[in-house]
């Protein structure tokens, strides 16, 4: 008897078919009881699109509604990473929801040993730079940013692609002193003044670490990670220019 496809299976084929047919999937069949499935979902799409045959991610998304909350992370496909200013017009989005964040960079290698110890106030050793961030969200599915929480998370949690700025070197800085400023096309202007979900985005980076490093292999130096959106999801349309610029850190932009 041949064993049916387990929920992991179907979740799988759906995303891959949505990504490379650019047709939406729905989570009616997908059904995704635990983030263990989700993340298993993750790795198997990334294997299916070789997004890493070259070798181990080096763009990460990571971060949650909270410190309290349980913390999500997700590896980024390479060819949706961009410098910024960066030009997305050719790009298929279904949405285009707009995150403004800061992304990290690891200033050495972490071994899974050094990974298990960390904690928040000692995530500045190991980061060597930052830079202004947009992430550009999407989704793969039919219910879009309203589909279950475990679909979203095999989902990459609903990434679209990441635009970095320049990068800066590493500083202690007063985050909840930062400002926040995003401008979608002909729309009024965003302003936010310490507004991360976390206080600190470098809180995320021992959650990320020990995500990462589960498999017992280590993290490189140079690997980036983007930590969480300043202004919630703020929504775009193809023609947009997207800026965020956090004063004292740099900007991005991207055009639509």
């Known amino acids: 008897m041949i064993a049916a496809p387990s929920q992991v299976q ?15 999937a729905s989570t009616a069949k997908a059904e995704l009881s635990d983030a263990a499935g989700a993340y298993a979902v993750q790795d198997a799409v990334a294997q299916q699109m070789r997004w890493f045959s ?26 949706g990473v961009w410098a910024s200013p960066a030009d997305a017009r050719a790009w298929p989005f279904r949405l285009r929801g707009i ?53 979203k998370l095999a989902d990459l949690q609903s990434h679209g692609a ?14 909840s002193a930062q400002e926040c400023r995003v401008r979608i096309g002909a729309q009024a202007a965003v302003e936010r003044r ?3 979900a ?17 498999s017992g292999r280590s993290v490189a130096q140079g690997t980036v990670v983007t930590t969480g959106t300043w202004v919630g999801i703020l929504h775009a349309v193809a023609g947009d220019l997207v800026t965020a610029e956090f004063p004292g850190v740099g900007e991005a932009s991207v055009q639509l």
């Open 10 to 24: 179907i979740a799988t084929e759906s995303l891959v078919h949505a990504r490379r047919t650019g047709q939406p």
């Open 54 to 79: 070259d070798g181990p991610a080096r763009y990460w998304k990571s971060g949650g509604p909270s410190r309290a909350a349980v913390l999500t992370h997700a590896a980024l496909p390479p060819e």
């Open 99 to 151: 995150e403004a964040e800061i992304a990290l960079r690891l200033a050495c290698d972490v071994d899974p040993e050094r990974a298990s110890a960390i904690d928040a106030d000692e995530a500045d050793q190991l980061i060597d730079a930052i830079c202004v961030s947009i992430e550009i969200v999407d989704s793969r599915w039919i219910e879009g940013l309203d589909a279950p929480a475990m679909a």
């Open 162 to 175: 990441l635009v970095l700025g320049s990068w800066l070197p590493f500083s202690r800085r007063d985050w």
């Open 194 to 196: 310490g507004s991360h």
């Open 198 to 214: 976390m206080a600190d985005p470098l809180f995320v980076v021992p959650a990320w670490l020990r995500h990462m490093t589960r």
